[in-house]
């Protein structure tokens, strides 16, 4: 009688009566949301009902590239009670299941990451067939979603938070301006929505209507600060950190093309008094030929240098890398909020096009922005070189907005949920 389509790519769902199409209800629109809410809490009252009767409570951690894996205290968390069984469930972005992304590692990359590093680990895609694991199949009662793009509808918040409690932190520390941070086809469909501090929440609230899922629980990727070991330093260490938003309208955060060769000169030319360490996102380097930066041999060679002078760091779990360097070099934005509580400076370059929140603003000024290469020369030399961190002060005073140092972050998320599921069982 009565059935709901979802057109996620169109933002829109059609509703049909007796087999008709009556209308068309849009994303973006009053309906919708009070909808989405309606339904999310009918929803819950039946998942908490069965997952209660549960001797064991799986709790599945939907992952698709290995280098934004930021869940490790959350998994630890959930690992520690004997009343549920955390899993890593490795699946694919839509287009390398298209065969149109093949620049990122492959699903079998992922597999063997995590289980070196003791997960449990499961399959969520099916490679012999080229399909999806509806995650269902999987007998998971609670998924926490790595990312929102690039999902298959089956594995979408939409269709799993029929039978599992869902839930997000965000890969990256949300600094931008953008309303991407809170998508009605995606965000609004969570259960749980966890962001890093009471400013995230309060942005949030700012750019997206009738926001009812989100729960302040700080950022658990920066939980590595807690158990991170300190090396002794034989020379001074610099990350050098491109970010790939090159597209027109994009976060427009890089600047790569305008001062990436220059960097690299001023690398090669401090070698023999510095350790350099080349951190690029996973997709810079093939940002950079998509967009006619560079050529495809020309960034070869470009990535060659850095790896005759220095080491190249591609992995996901770099927090530790943080700690025992002396300065980052960046554009990523979501760096400037992770490096933080390393309590080391940042030369950050800026491209005038990007846009920050209040969040960011709040204290980015404490690090040293660049916004050309004599200003990056001369900054260098002062601060790295010299060792003229005049900053530092005032910067070790903004370390509270990105971690807490009295809980982890893990710890946080894991009681919410807990309590959720505990206070249901009492009634």
């Excluded at 790595?146 to 839930?167: C, F, M, R």
Aim: charged share 25%; aromatic share 16%; net charge positive.
């Amino acid at each position: 009688m009565f059935l709901i389509q979802y057109k996620l790519r169109q933002k829109y769902m059609r509703i049909y009566l007796f087999g008709m199409s009556i209308c068309r209800v849009y994303f973006d629109s009053v309906f919708y949301r009070r909808f989405v809410k309606y339904v999310l809490s009918h929803r819950m009252k039946k998942k908490l009902k069965r997952i209660n009767k549960h001797q064991k409570i799986r709790v599945g951690f939907l992952v698709s590239e290995q280098s934004k894996w930021g869940y490790a205290s959350v998994y630890d968390a959930f690992a520690k009670s004997e009343n549920y069984e955390p899993i890593i469930l490795i699946t694919k972005l839509s287009l390398e299941h298209l065969g149109q992304k093949t620049y990122y590692k492959t699903g079998a990359d992922c597999y063997t990451y995590f289980k070196n590093m003791g997960y449990n680990v499961e399959l969520a895609y099916d490679e012999e067939n080229h399909k999806y694991i509806p995650l269902n199949e999987l007998n998971v009662d609670i998924v926490f979603y790595q990312q929102p793009w690039e999902l298959d509808d089956s594995q979408h918040p939409i269709n799993v938070s029929k039978y599992a409690i869902t839930g997000y932190v965000s890969y990256g520390f949300e600094l931008v301006a953008d309303k991407i941070l809170y998508m009605d086809s995606f965000h609004r469909w969570l259960d749980f929505f966890f962001t890093p501090s009471q400013q995230t929440s309060d942005y949030l609230t700012s750019i997206a209507p009738d926001v009812s899922n989100v729960y302040i629980s700080g950022y658990p990727k920066v939980d590595a600060y807690f158990d991170a070991i300190h090396k002794k330093l034989k020379k001074p260490v610099v990350i050098y950190a491109p970010h790939h938003s090159f597209e027109k309208n994009s976060l427009n955060m890089a600047t790569f093309q305008f001062n990436g060769r220059e960097i690299l000169h001023l690398a090669q030319s401090t070698a023999d008094k510095i350790d350099w360490v080349f951190k690029p996102h996973p997709r810079f380097k093939h940002a950079v030929v998509i967009n006619n930066i560079m050529t495809q041999d020309e960034i070869e060679q470009y990535y060659n240098a850095w790896q005759k002078i220095g080491k190249i760091e591609e992995g996901g779990d770099y927090i530790n890398m943080f700690v025992n360097s002396s300065a980052m070099i960046t554009d990523c934005c979501s760096f400037l909020a992770e490096y933080l509580p390393s309590k080391h400076p940042v030369l950050h370059l800026i491209n005038p096009q990007g846009l920050y929140n209040d969040v960011a603003k709040s204290f980015i000024n404490t690090y040293y922005q660049i916004y050309n290469t004599q200003e990056l020369q001369n900054e260098f030399n002062r601060v790295i070189i010299r060792g003229d961190d005049y900053k530092k002060s005032e910067r070790l005073s903004k370390v509270p907005i990105v971690f807490n140092k009295q809980q982890k972050s893990g710890e946080n998320i894991f009681n919410i949920i807990d309590k959720n599921i505990k206070t249901h069982h009492k009634h």
